[in-house]
């Protein structure tokens, strides 16, 4: 089977080949054509599942790696004309994607995967993020929201109603129905998108769902299958319900945010660096009154500048000035501590490093707190000094985190006004300029403080490569903290990365921390030698812990292990994993739980799971009966466990979880499996516990209307001929089937009812009558003996016969093997290509045969014709009107010899020393000759069967074919032989005393 043919079905296998061709012969392809190598793999990834849409589709590319290129070379085109229009419709001040930097250390702050939906807060990502959302709709509401979202854009402000209908040129009644539908649909497109983006890591049926990469784009029935998916997946809900929060503030919130004015951009930026500040507000360390934005963000200012984790501020402050200090504009105008915080940090420069304190340098600062002001709802505030008016002595900045410039005792003096000063308030702009130069008076404490200089700042870091060879593990993916893109594990990787702790992360659950030393070499805890090793040089060495999964005792066609894919099926599978939290994981069912443990054991809390404590894992199954002897489908399964022997009562080893009984005719009836071993639903269909039961309802099929030799439903099989017959079936879609392979569809619904669309169906109660065309066969002008159609038998034979049949494809079938094929139309006409048929646009169809002249001269038979044209007058020469396809010429002994006739009316064929008159339309037969000498008998006659008698008392020779023959003598004995194809006879060696002759083309009879 080619690699197309088994991607179109499906194989895993297959899926990983083509994916690892694309990155071998895609990414130097993406990499010289992109500016930004970040974004190689994502467009290797696109071209993956471009191609596997494309080949599921039914495309059919002569030259695989010529299609791939051509991919890849419109997707590298779409990325140059995209990047092109974002430049000319985003706002100006949009920051370009920064490259991919060094590996970073794996800081406590960094956000978990759910949360990474932040940073695609910023206005280029949101507006790529909505343009690709959008594919995710359906065609009809697509146009409606681009335009709902450009013209927003434009204008400021959310354009809908009158505006947006004139903008579509329709109706504003009908465009506000479809903006409320689209709206809904883009929501939920927008929470796929996001979950395909950054959640397949974390659950393989995710995985399953969508290809790989960060910047995929689902097309609607993706995006809708993603988002079916997470409302039943405990993984992927919590994250489902992050994104709806996300989706709502794009579209509203988000969406203004794109617009150039000054504070929707403040408002924007400070939503970007202080998103989190709604979830630790409630713990920061200065409760603040309000809950805006700017309140929450001084807040978590507070927080962050109260904690020893100073550094993951400073860091984010290196790495984005622009949008730290459009930040500060935005809360500056409060005039508390937080502004002057921001203003501290700023004015050390975008090119200044701010170091870490060392963990033995001075203490914070005793501050003296404001008076407390209660709120009318209770809440303790502290109201926001201005620098014209402050009422007390704000918390001061550890001096630790101010470099000692002229500049930090500016800033630090900014902090700390008092009334003293009644200086007129100044711009924020204005306080910039002026901050170093500002007069004001501080308390003892602070002098103090500022007169203690701090330690000197630590070197920074120096970056370090090492090697990570992770070749044994059986993940897809592995990644490492701080970096954004998963990496292949079939090779190993040079990194750069600087001094710190790391951790290897598989998307199965597991990982390993480790350390790069300031020498650059990598250390871990011994705990991990088992599954690590490298310690002490600069190549980490990831073998993981070497586990056997045996799934033997399960039911399903296949099982596998959270984050490894789906291999090629096998009930024991021997996988090297790391340390931490797994998922069994069965083609049915709920996925199991269980450990890694750094020695390479197995533990678990689930009672069907074995094992415990050692590196073999069993999983045992619960056995559920199922029933089917009240269906008439020829197989019955459970999901997931495929497809066994047809049998009516079978017992599956399930896990719990939700499963279907599902039929071959595609119907299925839902059930779920409880952890005591039991099965509960909710069908009137299902009966029982532990032995499932399952009902059918009768639904009788009348074809007496239709002249096919045999009637069915898809999915029963092709029981014994019967015009009236009852089927019990499951409710769902069903056909009604022919031999001719038409089909006519119907539904059977929950209540046992009979619903359907097409005029050949007729039903009442529980009885369906599908009535036929009345379509007329005129053969006249063929030479076969019978013609019937396909799909109808071999009734009597009759020159002209009309046949009751269904709309589709059918042919024009002869007693020798040959069709002609034609459609019958919904209209109860005919039409066809072929121009051997006569009637089109009619409910006749007339067969016109091809004149072939047989000349069988040269043979002594009796009788010779063309097959499945009937015994005519024996006749030397004769025509035949025949339809084009193989033939063969047979004699009234029983031999024979094939041509064909093609459909130029010119006959062909393979045996060339018995024929004659190619291409022409007259076969002449060669006989062979062999002598037949029986005067030895004393017998006044004898024959061959098939030619008339001949006199005993001399030779003769006489024109055979090749094949069996059998020589009748008067006192009755039979003797039969044989003529091969060069003329020679042969006959058995009993006859050895009574024949003669063998290997010649004499058969002498000896008495």
């Not at 010529?66 to 430049?87: D, H, P, S, V």
């Not at 009309?802 to 019958?824: Q, S, Y």
């Not at 030895?936 to 008698?949: E, I, M, P, Q, Y």
Request: charged share 15%; net charge neutral; aromatic share 4%.
């Amino acid at each position: 089977m080619s690699l197309i043919d088994r991607l179109r079905a499906n194989d895993e296998d297959a899926r990983r080949e083509l994916f690892e061709h694309c990155q071998a012969k895609l990414r130097p392809f993406f990499a010289a054509k992109l500016p930004n190598l970040s974004d190689v793999d994502d467009c290797v990834s696109e071209v993956v599942a471009r191609a596997l849409e494309g080949i599921r589709a039914g495309q059919e590319p002569d030259v695989l790696e010529a299609w791939l290129y051509g991919i890849a070379r419109n997707i590298t085109f779409e990325r140059y004309k995209a990047a092109k229009r974002r430049t000319a419709e985003l706002p100006d001040e949009i920051t370009a994607d920064p490259g991919e930097a060094p590996l970073e250390l794996a800081a406590p702050d960094l956000p978990e995967l759910p949360s990474e939906m932040e940073r695609l807060m910023g206005k280029q990502e949101l507006w790529a993020l909505l343009g690709a959302a959008a594919e995710g709709l359906s065609p009809g509401l697509r146009p409606i929201m681009r335009t709902h979202i450009e013209q927003s854009v434009q204008q400021g402000k959310l354009v809908v109603g009158a505006e947006l209908a004139k903008q579509l040129e329709l109706p504003a009644s009908r465009v506000d129905r479809q903006l409320d539908r689209a709206r809904k649909a883009m929501r939920n497109a927008i929470v796929a998108l996001v979950l395909a983006r950054t959640g397949r890591d974390s659950c393989p049926a995710l995985a399953a769902l969508t290809p790989p990469g960060r910047k995929i784009v689902l097309n609607p029935s993706a995006s809708s299958a993603v988002f079916k998916h997470s409302a039943s997946c405990p993984v992927c809900g919590p994250r489902a319900s992050q994104a709806g929060t996300y989706s709502r503030w794009a579209l509203g919130p988000g969406l203004l945010g794109l617009v150039r004015e000054d504070e929707e951009e403040r408002r924007r930026m400070l939503l970007a660096l202080f998103g989190r500040g709604a979830d630790t507000a409630a713990s920061a360390p200065t409760a603040v009154a309000g809950g805006g934005l700017v309140d929450r963000a001084r807040s978590l200012v507070m927080e962050k500048l109260s904690t020893p984790q100073m550094q993951s501020v400073v860091q984010f402050v290196n790495q984005n000035p622009d949008l730290v200090r459009r930040t500060a504009v935005a809360v500056v105008g409060g005039g508390a501590v937080v502004s002057a915080a921001i203003i501290a940090i700023l004015l050390t420069g975008p090119d200044n490093i701010i170091a870490e304190p060392p963990l033995d340098g001075p203490p914070l600062s005793s501050t003296t707190r404001s008076t407390p002001v209660t709120a009318s709802s209770g809440v303790t505030t502290t109201p926001p000094v201005s620098p014209s008016a402050s009422t007390g002595t704000p918390k001061q900045v550890p001096v630790a985190l101010v470099p000692t410039t002229t500049t930090t005792t500016a800033v630090v003096a900014a902090t700390t006004t008092t009334t003293t000063n009644q200086q007129p308030q100044t711009t924020t702009a204005q306080a910039r300029a002026t901050s170093t130069t500002t007069t004001t008076t501080t308390t003892t404490t602070t002098a103090s403080t500022i007169s203690t200089p701090p330690p000197p700042p630590p070197p920074p870091p120096q970056n370090a490569e090492i090697t990570i060879d992770a070749t044994s593990l059986s993940y897809t993916s592995f990644s490492l903290s701080g970096e954004r893109n998963t990496r292949d594990p079939k090779q190993s990787h040079r990194i750069a990365t600087r001094p710190g702790r790391y951790t290897l992360s598989a998307p199965g659950g597991g990982s390993v921390p480790f350390e790069v030393t300031q020498a650059g070499t990598v250390e871990y805890d011994h705990s991990y030698d088992t599954v690590l090793s490298g310690r002490g040089t600069s190549a980490l060495v990831v073998r993981g812990a070497r586990v056997t999964v045996d799934s033997s005792g399960l039911s399903y066609a296949n099982a596998t292990v959270s984050g490894l894919g789906w291999p090629a099926a096998a009930p024991v599978r021997t996988v090297n994993l790391l340390p931490g939290g797994h998922f069994f994981v069965p083609m049915g069912g709920s996925q199991i739980a269980f450990q890694v443990t750094p020695a390479g054991t197995v533990t678990y809390t689930s009672a069907l799971m074995g094992g415990s404590g050692t590196s073999a894992l069993t999983v045992r199954g619960i056995p559920i009966t199922v029933d089917s002897t009240e269906l008439d489908y020829y197989n019955v399964s459970v999901t997931g466990a495929g497809w066994p022997t047809p049998a009516e009562v079978r017992t599956f080893h399930l896990v719990p979880g939700n499963h279907e009984v599902v039929t071959s005719g595609a119907t299925k009836v839902p059930f779920t499996v409880t952890e005591a071993g039991t099965a509960t639903y909710s069908s009137p269909l299902l009966s029982g516990t532990t032995t499932l039961a399952v009902h059918g309802i009768p639904v009788t099929l009348d074809s007496t209307d239709l002249d096919y030799s045999t009637v069915t439903i898809g999915g029963a099989g092709w029981p014994a001929p019967a015009k009236v017959r009852t089927f019990r079936l499951l409710p769902g879609n069903h056909d009604v089937l022919t031999p001719a392979n038409t089909k006519v569809p119907f539904t059977l619904t929950a209540a046992g009812t009979l619903t359907h669309t097409s005029p050949m169906l007729t039903s009442s109660a529980s009885t369906l009558a599908i009535h036929g065309l009345p379509i007329t066969v005129d053969s006249t002008e063929l030479d076969y003996t019978s013609v019937t159609v396909t799909g109808a038998g071999w009734p009597a034979p009759a020159k002209i016969r009309t046949f009751r049949l269904l709309p589709g494809k059918h042919a024009v079938l002869t007693g020798a093997g040959n069709k002609v094929d034609f459609e019958v139309t919904t209209a109860g006409i005919v039409t066809y290509t072929s121009e051997l048929l006569r009637g089109s646009g009619t409910s006749t169809v007339k067969v016109v045969g091809m004149p072939i002249t047989l000349d069988v001269s040269d043979l002594d038979y009796t009788n010779a014709t063309v097959g499945g044209a009937g015994w005519p007058a024996p006749a030397k020469i004769r025509t035949f009107r025949l339809l084009p396809g193989p033939h063969d010429v047979l004699t009234s002994a029983g031999t024979k010899v094939g041509f064909t006739v093609t459909p130029a009316g010119t006959v062909t064929y393979a045996v060339q020393d018995l024929l004659a008159g190619a291409n022409t339309s007259t076969l002449v037969v060669r006989g062979l000759t062999v002598t037949v000498d029986a005067t030895a008998t004393g017998l006044s006659s004898f024959t061959v069967l098939g030619l008339a008698g001949r006199n005993a008392r001399q030779p003769h020779d006489l024109g055979l074919l090749p094949g069996a023959h059998a020589l009748m003598l008067p006192d009755g004995r039979r003797l039969p032989f044989t003529v091969d194809a060069a003329g020679h006879v042969g006959y058995d060696p009993g006859l050895d005393a009574v024949l003669a002759g063998r290997g010649t083309s004499s058969l002498v009879v000896l008495r």
